[in-house]
């Protein structure tokens, strides 16, 4: 199985300011992902993000406020761009790899935003 | 659009009373339903790939179960340490991307 790990774990921002998580993987992986999960709810993709090029986005998500990089296949991040109150949530990072169908998630990152 | 629905949304039992909870899919093709446990504030633990009906999957006190509708996962004798939301979610053949149910909150009382 992979090993995920995000920073930070957490952050308190504020309105109007911009925050990336970084997604690091132990080992080289096809298929990277980020969730959102608000208080109380499953979990929602944001988008794959796809090594060397631009990420796909769901519907309802959009790059100029969910910038994603991907620079290599081990490490990605997300930047949550001109936060409100709203965006307060835990973000999760997600892996898949060629061998195996499983898809693996990260510790999180539980974002305050006041 | 793949739907997955999971109930009950909350069980509460005492230790070693059994049960079951339940996973509705519809999808257009089934290429997997996965099973994952969440702690609080933590992210989701891998626990079982499901991949055609009839298949049966088990860890520990857990066994999970596939029909072309539903799937299940039977908790036997759980213990407190068993409590957190239990997740399920399918992969269509032709994406990628896995869908998730809204999960079941499970409090085992000791």
């Known amino acids: 199985s992979a090993v995920i790990s995000q920073k930070p774990s957490r952050d308190i921002c504020q309105r109007g300011t911009s925050l990336t998580i970084q997604c690091q993987v132990d080992?080289?992986?096809?298929?990277m992902f980020w969730y959102r999960q608000q208080p109380g709810q499953s979990l929602t993709l944001i988008a794959t993000a796809n090594q060397g090029s631009e990420a796909t986005y769901e519907s309802g998500f959009v790059i100029d406020k969910f910038p994603i990089s991907r620079p290599n296949l081990t490490f990605s991040t997300l930047t949550v761009s001109n936060m409100s109150p709203e965006d307060s949530s835990i973000y999760l990072c997600?892996?898949?790899?060629?061998?195996?169908?499983?898809?693996?998630f990260g510790p999180g990152t539980r974002l305050t935003v006041l | 659009e793949d739907q997955v629905t999971q109930s009950p949304e909350a069980l509460r039992l005492q230790e070693g009373e059994s049960s079951s909870l339940n996973c509705s899919y519809t999808v257009s093709g089934l290429r997997g339903l996965f099973w994952y446990r969440q702690d609080p504030g933590k992210g989701p633990e891998f626990l079982f790939t499901?991949?055609?009906a009839g298949e049966e999957k088990e860890k520990e006190r857990l066994k999970a179960t596939l029909t072309k509708k539903e799937s299940f996962l039977h908790i036997t004798a759980p213990k407190p340490e068993d409590s957190a939301t239990y997740l399920c979610?399918?992969?269509?053949?032709?994406?990628?991307?896995?869908?998730f149910g809204t999960g079941t909150r499970l409090l085992v009382s000791p």
């Open positions: 080992s080289q992986v096809t298929m």
């Open positions: 979610a399918v992969r269509n053949t032709g994406f990628q991307k896995l869908v």
């Open positions: 499901l991949y055609s």
């Open positions: 997600s892996v898949t790899s060629e061998y195996t169908d499983t898809q693996y």
